[in-house]
């Protein structure tokens, strides 16, 4: 059974900086691209970045390109998203999804990221 | 940029009712898109993806349609458990996945 657990969530202050981790288990993790996918409080679901298995291949929305940096650890099946000048519009539920074939065919939970002072 | 617009935002329907929900991409997605269920205070769940293949598990009466930039997501009969939020997404784009903004399915 795939399961994924996102931790590192939490209040930050604008400009701040938090990593979030997703754990992996279930399945051959270096052998799926892995996304985050955030949620504002009552709006929609947002893509923000994919890492390819080997991790050699990275990819972010525009709202993030620059500031946050995902990344990955095969050994220890673990997804990273190192967010950094963090500013209020970020402020969102942080998911970590498994791509089959380029969709998100398995979520976690969330962890919630609150930017404010 | 691939821009997904989906329709409507929201609507109110009943149990035993045929809803359909609305996909349209800016440019041309070859089938790649999914659609997920969303219940509130819960993570996004696969329904069906590559326009028409059902996610294992998922009921039948959720079905997918379309081709080239317009694609619908229909759900047969309205059960209670089916009141939620619908997205859907478009993987064509190998560097950039984008979602639509939702549609809220109420009473």
């Known amino acids: 059974e795939v399961q994924l657990l996102e931790s590192g969530g939490g209040l930050v202050q604008p400009g701040g900086s938090l990593r979030l981790s997703c754990a992996a288990s279930g399945f051959t993790f270096s052998n799926y691209a892995m996304s985050w996918v955030r949620q504002a409080p009552g709006k929609g679901l947002e893509w923000v970045s994919v890492?390819?298995?080997?991790?050699?291949?990275?990819y972010y929305a525009d709202s993030v390109r620059g500031r946050f940096t995902i990344s990955r650890d095969n050994s220890k099946n673990t997804l990273y998203l190192l967010m950094n000048s963090l500013r209020a519009e970020d402020t969102a539920i942080y998911y970590c999804?498994?791509?089959?074939?380029?969709?998100?065919?398995?979520w976690g939970q969330g962890t919630l990221v609150t930017v404010s002072s | 940029d691939i821009q997904m617009t989906q329709s409507p935002s929201s609507l109110s329907a009943s149990v035993g009712d045929r809803v359909t929900i609305t996909c349209r991409a800016s440019q041309g997605i070859s089938n790649s898109l999914a659609w997920f269920q969303q219940k509130a205070g819960k993570a996004p769940k696969l329904l069906l993806y590559g326009a028409s293949r059902l996610e294992s598990g998922v009921p039948s009466r959720f079905s997918g349609s379309g081709f080239g930039t317009d694609y619908a997501l229909t759900i047969s009969s309205l059960q209670p458990e089916d009141f939620a939020t619908y997205y859907c997404?478009?993987?064509?784009?190998?560097?950039?996945?984008?979602f639509g903004q939702g549609t809220k399915v109420e009473i």
């Open positions: 999804a498994q791509e089959v074939n380029a969709y998100c065919a398995y």
């Open positions: 890492i390819s298995g080997g991790g050699g291949g990275t």
């Open positions: 997404q478009q993987y064509y784009s190998n560097v950039r996945r984008t």
